[in-house]
């Protein structure tokens, strides 16, 4: 299984970037798709995650009405839009993917089983 992601880059404040995570190696049926993010010297943090199948999305409120998150089934993509863009939006974001086993939580790190290799994206004020 192989996510990669892309679309990183500088951008300023009050500017958009669009991250995309290419699939590939397995069906993803049953799994969310997660975008996760991490600033220098903070912890790997969710910013969205999408169900594969449903389609259903879930966003931290830190970012609700400025991202969205959406998949291509058919070319087993998922992407982040990310508008409105703010200096503390600066990290590396990463794409992952895992079952959430009922009781399970989709903003946890530990139920994400594949990761991509991340991509930064920087605000600058």
């Known amino acids: 299984v192989q996510l990669q992601a892309f679309g990183g880059g500088l951008v300023q404040a009050g500017g958009s970037l669009r991250l995309s995570c290419v699939a590939s190696g397995r069906t993803f049926s049953g799994y969310v798709m997660g975008w996760f993010r991490q600033a220098p010297g903070k912890e790997r943090d969710v910013v969205a995650a999408i169900w594969w199948s449903s389609g259903i999305t879930n966003l931290v409120d830190s970012v609700k009405g400025r991202f969205t998150i959406s998949r291509d089934r058919a070319k087993n993509t998922v992407t982040l839009q990310m508008g409105s863009l703010k200096p503390e939006d600066t990290a590396v974001y990463y794409c992952?993917?895992?079952?959430?086993?009922?009781?399970?939580?989709?903003?946890?790190?530990?139920?994400?089983?594949?990761w991509g290799q991340g991509t930064q994206v920087t605000v600058s004020s």
């Open positions: 992952a993917a895992g079952r959430i086993s009922p009781g399970g939580s989709w903003v946890l790190s530990s139920w994400y089983e594949y």
